[in-house]
């Protein structure tokens, strides 16, 4: 059985930074990318950032672009978020996602798109 595990969240004051981690279970990791979405009160989920299979391409929304950072361990079968200047606005759950896909295809950006979920971790940010 597969499980997505994020942790890390927290309240954080604006400016201030948290690192989110996603331990997976149950699968080949290294066959999967990698997401983080989020989703806010009254929102729809939304795409943050993903990583390829073996971590040398990445992609980001436009709106974490520059602070954000994705990342992986298929060793560790982990994936991380470093989330850096931190807005009030980025206050949302964070799931983490895992796309099994081909190593050479470029990571979705809709939720449809994935195969696996978390059950998610709170990031508030104050202002």
């Known amino acids: 059985q597969v499980h997505l595990v994020e942790s890390g969240g927290g309240l954080v004051q604006a400016g201030g930074s948290l690192r989110l981690s996603c331990a997976a279970s149950g699968l080949t990791f290294s066959r999967y990318a990698m997401a983080w979405f989020r989703q806010g009160p009254g929102t729809e989920r939304e795409f943050v950032a993903a990583i390829s299979r073996s971590g040398g391409a990445t992609y980001y929304a436009d709106s974490v672009k520059g602070r954000f950072t994705i990342s992986r361990d298929n060793d560790q079968k982990s994936a991380f978020l470093q989330l850096n200047a931190l807005k009030f606005e980025d206050t949302a759950v964070y799931y983490c996602?895992?796309?099994?896909?081909?190593?050479?295809?470029?990571?979705?950006?809709?939720?449809?798109?994935?195969?696996?979920w978390g059950q998610g971790t709170q990031v508030t940010v104050s202002s």
């Open positions: 996602a895992a796309d099994h896909t081909i190593l050479t295809a470029q990571p979705g950006r809709v939720p449809s798109a994935y195969d696996y």
